[in-house]
């Protein structure tokens, strides 16, 4: 049509010079004639441009009669149109946004790009374009926002045409796929669907060949996993909705409710657990992104032909209330379920109330227990938390939850791969899948530590205190080399089992470590801990923000731990530390405790983040196990919850710890008549007038249940175990039962059955 515009200017234009020159005054009026027909096809021309430009397919259609004529398509994508735009275009505050918005309207150059920002830029993280896009949203949503001072302003909608055409002339791109395939693609749909809304929308012209950019490299959601599958699938839908194609909407939304499926591949494992980039565990970073990409084409989609089935929506739900949102205490994540992600600021916080009351809304089965989880989000109440202990047999992963605290346990073994440090991220996390254990009563406890953490000190690990530590192998996807790393659970409590073998990169330890999960108190054991390297061995108990005061018993004598002091290498009774209770029952055990005041950066451990220093005050409790222990051993027990007057006084007499060697580490809980226990080799443990004998290695809880009968709960961490043999003895009195292990995907899960001695 621009075309067709042109060649009338230049018609008229030669007409009324030749008009100017004739004689004969027909001949002038035959030429004035002709340049008035000319004129008015022009006019024509321009308000047949005009509505063609502004008619887009959301507008309705009517017949002669004023009826009606939308399509049933045109009508669904109208309405998923709307809820996309009502999405994006929520802000906190419209008068923060208009001021951005005229603040980059001044810096934008009259040719519609940012003089600040290099377009030719192809940096992996960071990348500068990203910046153009960020800049227009609020521009935009200034401009369709009714009670926005800039709504419907001509200056604003011409700037956001320039800036959009501009990004259609210079079209960048990034070394790294994914600002290529999702970033880029996703914010720039969001743009346009925004803008069909507005007084006037972009340019047809402008607006396709934006989308036939997108459509030809922003990817194919039929070619990834997880995450990036739901990412990508998210703009097809836009671009769909947009273009009104069917086919582009059934890809989309089919593939973005694909991964809301058990599998053995990346995505939700059997034991609901979640794996991204291999066999990582990945439930914080990948696992809330592909959810809130999820929810939120369920909130668009709700109500049409193209909304998830009910066995996807019960799915999602059994993730997010079993697994996503026991691993968060008050809004904080744990550290050792993120991924590289720990090494980014703020990496910590999880902000699911967007994503919970989206599924709220679109799932009806499910929305009580939602509101129940979005009520819990908010107000932060645990009190009426039930107490549950999960062992997530695939994920290598150990969570216990209840009203007094949370907690949870990461390794890794040959099935399951180590945290990765891709992107030049996560630099010093090489010791963070060696059995971390993350503890919060607050949340708050490890917000932010991470660039002035002692790397070497993770809570829960046995690792050597390193001046440097290793960069390690791949930068995506390690698997360990154990073979025996697992746990039990009887719903309530269980135990975590992790055989550290590591042996690469010039570092060198092994040991037997054990986590049991008691309710009130977690009793760790460690034993067979050696190393042939030159630097000490620690098995760290706890490092994190130092909070209030630090008090300790030596002897039995009070002491307290004031800020850049520390304990070296002492017995120690128990230590008090932000209403967390350690205790320590072996006095040859080294205990190290410090309150120290430390400064670094984000940029030490992720190359795309701040050089600017922080400094906070970090208080560490570990225990010295030397330089090359042979056989050492450890044993403390840890009390969430508890206060500082009680530590002097506290008594316990539950539970008891009756054996912590290579071969069985075993607890044993005197009021409620359990023992747990972790088999490294097939053995004989005895309790409480009670012998157990089991043929295999494994985990194991015995549930004393009165009148010589017992309820057995057992797995197989190794996993390779088809059947094993248990006798149980009292007296005279014996019974074995064989237990078959043919688990198919659910291979480590917990088996239970009973046994009868009468």
Known sequence: MLILEDYLYKQLKKNCIKTYYLKSRQSKMKYFKTLLLLTTFMSVCQISCQEKAEDWPDKEKTDQKGQTTESELAKTCRKMREQITATNSAVSSISATNSNAEKYMNMMKDDGYFSDINYKDKTYVNWQPQKHLERLKPMVISYIRKDSKLYKSNDIYNKIVKGLDYWNRVQPSSNNWWHDQIGEPKLLCALLIMMRSGDKSIPKTIEQNLLSYIEKTGGDPRKQTGANKTDIALHWLYRGCLNENESTIKTATSEAFYPLKYT??????????????????????????????????????????????????????????????????????????????????????????????RMKQTDSSNSAGYAKLLNLIKSGDYSSISETYTNFYIGDYGLYQSSAYSAGVRAYSSRTSKCEKGNGENLKGYFLTEGSMALQISGNEYENTFPIWDWCKIPGITAPLMNNIPSGGSNWEQLGTSDFVGGVSNGKIGSFVYKMNLAENNVDVSANKSWFFLGNEIYCLGNGINSSMSESIATTVNQCNLREEVVYSKDYSINNLNLGNKVTDTPIDWVWHDNIGYIFPNKEQKVCISAEQRTGSWNDINNSQSTDKVSGNIYALWINHGVTPKNDTYEYILIPGVSKNVMNTYKNNKFEVFSNTEMIQAVYNKQSKVAQAIFYQGGTLKFAETQITVTERCALIVQDKGDNTFVIYVSTPSKNISQLKITLKRGEKSTTHTEMFNDGYHKGKTHTFNLDLN
């Open 264 to 357: 053995t591949q990346e995505g939700i494992q059997y034991d609901n657990t979640y794996f991204q980039h291999g066999s990582q565990l990945y439930i914080g970073g990948y696992a809330p992104v592909l959810l809130n990409g999820v929810s939120e084409v369920a909130l668009y989609t709700a109500g049409t032909e193209y909304f998830m089935s009910a066995e996807q929506l019960n799915i999602m739900y059994k993730f997010v209330s079993e697994t996503l949102l026991k691993s968060i205490r008050n809004n904080k994540i744990f550290y050792n379920v993120i991924g590289r992600s720990v090494s980014r600021a703020n990496g910590l916080n999880a902000n699911m109330s967007t994503l919970v009351t």
